[in-house]
């Protein structure tokens, strides 16, 4: 596998986007909605209701567990330890906002080249299979990841300024660290060879996006059982499941190499 002729490919991906701007819209919406709803829920609804967010008794109740497993939220004052425990939680919508964008360049990335007859061309070149879906896979991940962690820089800034006191410092931690550096990067990774795979064996872009669904439904889960008190995951936990992510991207990589038809599509052409 030549790394150079997987960055030439990523570079003439790049440049494609890059004069197509508007395919880049829907990722840069998407994180801004992530970016402004933590806001929302935990700052300005209660100012504007008048009540503070531990005024319902289900945050009362999750509270109460969430203070009995997070230590360090245990010796603040209740309203303060929502606040902090909210804003730690809403993190993972900055997993599910770059995985929907990318995915939506990578399903075009290989169907629309297909549909296109631009795939074909570059097929003939020495690239082998395995390098031309990674090139792919990359070319489509970079723009999302460089969008989220413009995203999480003004996300983590904003917290600083208008959260409570210490609310800064107890997101930046091992657990948000392994969240949003390792697991949101490899979820997108797995969801986009996943597509890639997918947009081998059909026409439609559409039936190719719809794969994001499996990795983006399990993450929501997550997010709507952390934040109801149905359970907590461990620091621990997090690692295992960054590395059971990361075996899936791989695996997947020799699914997408083993179900693309380069010779039928090569034989189509000629």
Do not use: H
Not at 36 to 65: E, N, R, Y
Not at 75 to 99: C, S, W
């Amino acid at each position: 596998m030549s790394l150079g002729r997987i960055a030439t490919l990523i570079g003439k991906e790049l440049r494609e986007f890059r004069a197509s701007p508007t395919a880049l819209a829907p990722v840069v919406l998407l994180m801004v909605v992530c970016t402004a709803v933590p806001f929302i829920v935990v700052v300005i609804v209660p100012w504007i209701t008048g009540q503070s967010l531990t005024s319902d008794k289900t945050i009362q109740q999750v509270m109460t567990v969430a203070r009995q497993r997070t230590p360090e939220l245990a010796g603040l004052p209740l309203d303060t330890a929502a606040e902090i425990f909210l804003f730690q939680q809403l993190l993972l919508l900055f997993l599910v906002a770059p995985i929907v964008g990318a995915v939506s360049l990578a399903a075009y990335s290989v169907v629309g080249e297909k549909q296109g007859r631009t795939l074909e061309p570059l097929l003939t070149t020495p690239m082998s299979t395995a390098e031309i879906l990674i090139a792919k896979v990359l070319a489509s991940f970079l723009p999302s990841v460089v969008i989220e962690a413009v995203g999480l820089a003004l996300y983590f800034s904003m917290v600083g300024m208008v959260g409570p006191p210490g609310a800064l410092r107890y997101l930046i931690s091992l657990r948000s660290a392994l969240l949003v550096g390792v697991l949101g990067p490899f979820a997108s990774l797995t969801a986009l060879q996943a597509t890639i795979a997918v947009s081998s064996r059909v026409n439609d872009p559409r039936s190719a996006q719809q794969v994001a669904v499996l990795v983006i439904l399990p993450l929501i889960g997550v997010l709507i059982g952390q934040m109801a008190g149905a359970f907590f995951i461990s620091t621990s936990v997090l690692a295992l499941a960054c590395l059971a992510v990361m075996a899936a991207w791989g695996l997947l990589i020799l699914l997408s190499v083993a179900l693309f038809e380069r010779e039928t599509i090569l034989t189509r052409w000629t």
